[in-house]
């Protein structure tokens, strides 16, 4: 049987340093979300201190976490995984302007314009 | 906190992620009839916490297919902009609909899911030597075929109509929406499917942000619910790449497309206030 062909040389363009900052990105967010996870669970745990039944408001996570409660970091955890894809969108936008491509820049900021409308809807929308 | 029904939510977001990955999808269309239909959990509640999850497999599954160079940056940023106007839109109407509505149309949108993958067709082969107005042409490496896959892709504007629609179910019932943008990407734009799987994989990730956010406001992230899942969606979908290089996926579409079958008529019964034996 004939040996496969060689492996093409991987394609070349000008996005190399676009998709590098997107997985830099996606990796930084999830690694921190699944530490932060990982360290309110074992809080949760230790202090037998039960889950929250509803997300705390965005301005009430920080005093939650200075007091120590647990529910204060699980709300971090689940933000900083939120707020990765919004990240790795900023990346994005900033990496095609740096590789000089304005239309694709201009677009991906309009994505991050319509995630902005969602996230004020959960920052100034909760009751 | 009620660590057994934890630990079975946690359970059934690792199948749901295991099956979602061989599968091509994020698993959300398993995840939310199952958590109302089984553990009895609030609709608006269950919705949140697919959402979450759907992120949460996207952010572990997109590094995969960006080094792999199979999701198209270009393409997936230009569609993202009616898939996220969408998915704002169907999330708004999530919340404030009523929950036989939304079950009525989670269970057309599964039964649909079924019949999509019951008769899956292969897309021509992409045209690399096609016009590219909008420098959405792009290319990968095939370790399959040990050849590199070159591809522009077609109908664009009808692409952005049906990422649109794709947006809004995603918003309305929590899903990815891969199990629309996949299909479409492939058979309609003539995008490779690996290309396509790779592209809504990165894209359902920002979409479900969307959503996940307005739910967020609206005091529908319940932690109980919401982090099993996420931890279930992470061992899960990290088992499911794995296994998805071992079993010929093939064998295993008809069982799935029974299962959503079955989810997707246990909603369309529950819009109308009939519930089967065993659920809630």
Redesign the interface.
């Known amino acids: 049987m004939a040996a496969p062909p060689p492996l093409a040389s991987p394609p070349s363009d000008d996005l190399g340093p676009v998709y590098a900052l997107a997985m830099r990105v996606l990796s930084i967010g999830f690694r921190s979300s699944a530490a932060v996870l990982t360290v309110a669970l074992a809080l949760a745990l230790a202090k037998q201190e039960p889950l929250n039944h509803r997300a705390d408001a965005f301005a009430e996570v920080v005093p939650a976490i200075l007091d120590g409660k647990a529910a204060g970091l699980i709300d971090l955890a689940i933000l900083l995984m939120l707020a990765t894809p919004v990240a790795t969108t900023l990346g994005v936008a900033v990496a095609f302007a740096r590789a000089g491509d304005r239309r694709y820049a201009a677009l991906t900021l309009a994505v991050l314009a319509i995630l902005a409308v969602s996230a004020s809807l959960a920052l100034f929308g909760g009751d | ?1 009620d660590v057994l029904r ?1 630990l079975e939510l946690g359970v059934v977001a690792a199948v749901a992620a295991v099956l979602g990955s061989m599968l091509g999808l994020g698993g959300g269309v398993f995840l939310v009839p199952i958590f109302t239909l089984f553990f009895g959990v609030d609709q608006k509640l269950a919705i949140g916490a697919s959402a ?1 999850a759907v ?2 497999n ?3 599954g ?2 995969v297919h ?2 792999s ?1 199979f ?1 198209n ?2 393409l997936a ?2 569609l ?2 009616t898939t ?2 969408g ?2 839109v169907g ?1 708004l109407i999530a919340v404030w609909a009523d929950p036989r509505a939304i079950n009525a149309v989670f269970g057309i949108a599964l039964v649909y899911a079924a019949a999509s993958m019951a008769v899956r067709r292969r897309a021509n082969a992409a045209d690399a030597a096609a016009p590219d107005p909008h ?1 959405l042409g ?4 095939d ?1 399959a075929t ?3 896959v ?1 591809y522009v892709p077609r109908r664009v504007p009808l692409g952005l109509g049906i990422s649109g629609l794709a947006g809004t179910l995603s918003g309305m019932l929590g899903i990815g929406g891969g199990v629309i943008l996949v299909p479409a990407m492939n058979l309609l734009m003539g995008i490779p499917v690996k290309a396509a799987a790779g592209t809504s994989s ?1 894209m359902v ?2 979409t ?7 739910f ?4 529908k ?4 619910v ?2 099993p899942a ?2 279930g969606v ?1 061992l899960g979908g990290q088992y499911g790449s794995r296994l998805t290089r071992r079993v010929q996926t093939q064998n295993l579409v008809v069982v799935f497309v029974l299962i959503l079958l079955y989810l997707g008529v246990s909603l369309l019964l529950k819009a109308v206030g009939i519930t089967l034996p065993g659920q809630r």
Do not use: K
């Open positions: 906190m934890s979450v992120v949460t996207s952010v572990v997109s590094s960006l080094r160079r999701t940056l270009r940023m230009l993202q902009v996220a106007s998915a704002v999330a420098r792009a290319a990968f490496d370790p040990r050849q590199t070159r990165f990730g920002i479900a942000v969307a959503t996940a956010f307005v967020y406001a609206e005091g992230i319940d932690a109980t919401v982090v996420m931890v992470f």
